[in-house]
């Protein structure tokens, strides 16, 4: 259970930031020599963070290229920071190297033709600086995002690139002490921001307005960096689940499913979806629905245990042919859903019927994730319920406890 509070003390020890970078730094090398890498090349805002543990403002976020940081064996970690914002970054992270600390060169969703070509080669030619200063300039060099002018750059240079996304996500998969107290955090923020809903939802508010309340309790909890999305589907809305808000008007007695994906804390994110009824109880029939979900649910926690598989949890959720009358498992992409939780919101593992019975992963000690289930009418009602997990050896540790045995009535 978390047993600390959500700020530093000078009398208790709570989460170590130091220890966690240590520990992130070790995981990302050990990865990088295990797949035999001289480098990694990070562009997506969760890898530059695992390395060098600085902040992707807002603007930044989505844009690989506008910063991004390398990892060279025997080096330190080198950030390319967008613009001037190193100096900030001097100041404020002095676990890099002064001179590790430079600025980028972009061109992603800027520049495009002949000025994204120049740009490139500026980006090139200070990649193979790196490169040549660690002696690793003819070793292959992991990249996690990869796109034309880059293909083009890598190919003139005579640069063996190679894939660097899935040695970082097998970093990131086994969480340190620090980085599960960090989640068992988002978790109680979690369960509070829940409570605060079954208290404010009524009928007569539109589902945006349910989300705005939401977005503003969040944003006054220190650390809360980033609300990526409240999800708020209601009624028909909620089958085939909507994954969005909108204007409509909730209305008595309907079903109302909310998910906190993500809240960001510290770079900790959630994904944590409740089921309530507004102004009303729900029917038999949701009710049994409901039930159906919830033992979906249950039954895959069941299976988390270390040496476990994905396709171990995969298998307790019915079949999507079957049970909806889909083609496919892909046309119920993320309805039965687990998926890693840390610095992104798709960590390792990502649990689905539509790869984890034919190729499945092995579960770790360590890994944090949720796992999540749905079922509905169609334009009727649907059900959602969710839960964030921390693996650990003797079994699951589940880190959300807002009520979910039941559908949560409210107003």
Request: with cysteine; proline share 4%; net charge negative.
């Amino acid at each position: 259970m978390a047993s600390f509070g959500s700020v530093g003390m000078d009398w208790q020890e709570r989460i170590n930031w130091q220890r966690m970078r240590e520990y992130r730094l070790g995981r990302a090398r050990e990865a990088m020599r295990r797949h035999e890498l001289g480098a990694i090349l990070c562009m997506y805002d969760e890898n530059v963070r695992y390395i060098t543990s600085t902040l992707t403002p807002g603007w930044n976020r989505l844009k690989p290229g506008l910063r991004y940081a390398i990892l060279v064996e025997g080096l330190e970690p080198i950030l390319f920071e967008q613009g001037d914002i190193g100096i900030h970054v001097e100041k404020h992270s002095p676990w890099l190297l002064k001179e590790n600390i430079r600025h980028s060169f972009s061109w992603i969703k800027g520049a495009a033709g002949p000025a994204s070509e120049v740009q490139v080669d500026k980006f090139i030619k200070a990649l193979l600086e790196a490169l040549e200063e660690a002696g690793v300039r003819n070793m292959p060099l992991g990249v996690d995002f990869i796109d034309i002018n880059m293909m083009r750059g890598f190919e003139k240079a005579g640069i063996t690139w190679t894939d660097g996304m899935t040695p970082m996500m097998e970093a990131r998969a086994v969480k340190n002490q620090d980085e599960q107290e960090a989640m068992r955090i988002v978790g109680a923020i979690g369960d509070a921001m829940h409570y605060e809903f079954s208290q404010f939802l009524k009928p007569g508010l539109t589902e945006n307005q349910v989300t705005a309340f939401g977005m503003k309790y969040l944003y006054d909890i220190p650390g809360m960096e980033d609300v990526e999305d409240i999800i708020v589907s209601s009624g028909p809305n909620a089958w085939p689940n909507w994954r969005n808000f909108s204007d409509r008007i909730i209305r008595p007695g309907e079903i109302v499913i909310i998910d906190l994906a993500a809240l960001t804390w510290n770079g900790f994110k959630s994904c944590y979806y409740r089921t309530y009824c507004a102004g009303g109880k729900p029917t038999a029939e949701q009710n049994d629905y409901y039930a159906m979900a919830l033992g979906w649910l249950n039954d895959s926690i069941a299976e988390v245990r270390p040496g476990a598989s994905t396709r171990d949890i995969a298998s307790k959720w019915p079949d999507a042919t079957e049970l909806w009358g889909y083609e496919d498992e892909d046309q119920a992409a993320a309805n039965l859903w687990g998926h890693g939780l840390g610095l992104a919101q798709y960590d390792m593992p990502v649990i689905s019927r539509i790869w984890s019975l034919d190729f499945p992963q092995e579960i770790q000690e360590g890994m944090v994730f949720a796992l999540e289930t749905q079922h509905g009418k169609v334009h009727d009602f649907g059900v959602r319920i969710e839960e964030m997990i921390i693996v650990q050896k003797d079994g699951p540790e589940l880190i959300t406890t807002f009520n979910v045995n039941e559908i949560t009535q409210a107003g």
